[in-house]
């Protein structure tokens, strides 16, 4: 399995990101994906899942101002991020299977400015 994550970058309070995480190597459209953030010196916590049948969860933290979506045919999901605040700050990863047995790509860093 390969996850390769994009789109992060620096951005003031307020604004908006889109993160694009390109799947290969599993049957994607069978798969929940998940968004996990890891902060420095924080653990990482999810963020954002879809599930194969389109239902979604988010984090409290973030309910209202991000939205994670797929598009299967691509092999792709998305994180869309509006209404960006300073603890959104983190490294941001794609994933597949969970916090403890799931595959990971490369994070891609968010750093929101005050």
């Known amino acids: 399995v390969q996850l390769q994550a994009s789109g992060g970058g620096l951005v003031q309070a307020g604004g908006s990101l889109r993160l694009s995480c390109a799947a290969s190597?599993?049957?994607?459209?069978?798969?929940?994906m998940n968004w996990y953030r890891q902060a420095p010196g924080k653990q990482r916590d999810l963020v954002a899942a879809?599930?194969?049948?389109?239902?979604?969860n988010y984090a409290d933290s973030v309910k209202g101002r991000f939205t994670i979506s797929r598009d299967n045919a691509k092999r792709m999901v998305y994180l869309q991020m509006d209404s960006l605040k300073p603890e959104d700050t983190a490294v941001y990863y794609c994933?597949?299977?969970?916090?403890?047995?799931?595959?990971w790509g490369r994070g891609t860093q968010v750093t929101v400015s005050s």
């Open positions: 190597g599993l049957i994607f459209s069978t798969k929940t």
């Open positions: 994933n597949t299977g969970g916090l403890s047995n799931g595959s």
């Open positions: 879809i599930y194969s049948y389109g239902g979604t």
